[in-house]
């Protein structure tokens, strides 16, 4: 079955960076729709960034353009999300997720497979 395992959170003080992994496993990379989303206390969970793993198409929050990068490495199986200029407001469970295909990148794209979530703490 499909697993996704994140890594990589941590805590930082705000303006520094992190990059997030997440290990997939038990279904062919090559053709999903991956991303990565946050939640924080109190709030709903947020699309934070998205790639088709057999394309080039890319997806951002408005919240994050510029500060984050979503990569990934096929030969790994493993999906990132390097984090720059991180802020207070970035602090948050990150989540990964997969979509078989047809699927789409967008901020309301439905995700049918999670990880656990790795968190984020970024102080001022």
């Known amino acids: 079955q499909v697993q996704l395992v994140e890594s990589g959170g941590g805590s930082v003080q705000a303006g520094g960076s992190l990059r997030l992994s997440c290990a997939a496993s038990?279904?062919?990379?090559?053709?999903?729709?991956m991303g990565w989303f946050r939640q924080a206390p109190g709030k709903e969970r947020e699309g934070v960034a998205a790639?088709?793993?057999?394309?080039?198409?890319?997806y951002y929050a408005d919240s994050v353009k510029g500060r984050f990068t979503i990569s990934q490495d096929r030969a790994k199986n493993t999906l990132y999300l390097q984090m720059n200029s991180l802020k207070p407001e970035d602090t948050a469970m990150y989540y990964c997720?997969?979509?078989?295909?047809?699927?789409?990148?967008?901020?309301?794209?439905?995700?049918?497979?999670w990880g656990q979530g790795t968190q984020v703490a970024v102080s001022s």
């Open positions: 038990g279904y062919t990379y090559s053709s999903y729709c």
């Open positions: 790639l088709y793993t057999g394309g080039r198409s890319t």
């Open positions: 997720a997969a979509e078989p295909p047809p699927c789409g990148l967008g901020s309301s794209a439905p995700f049918s497979y």
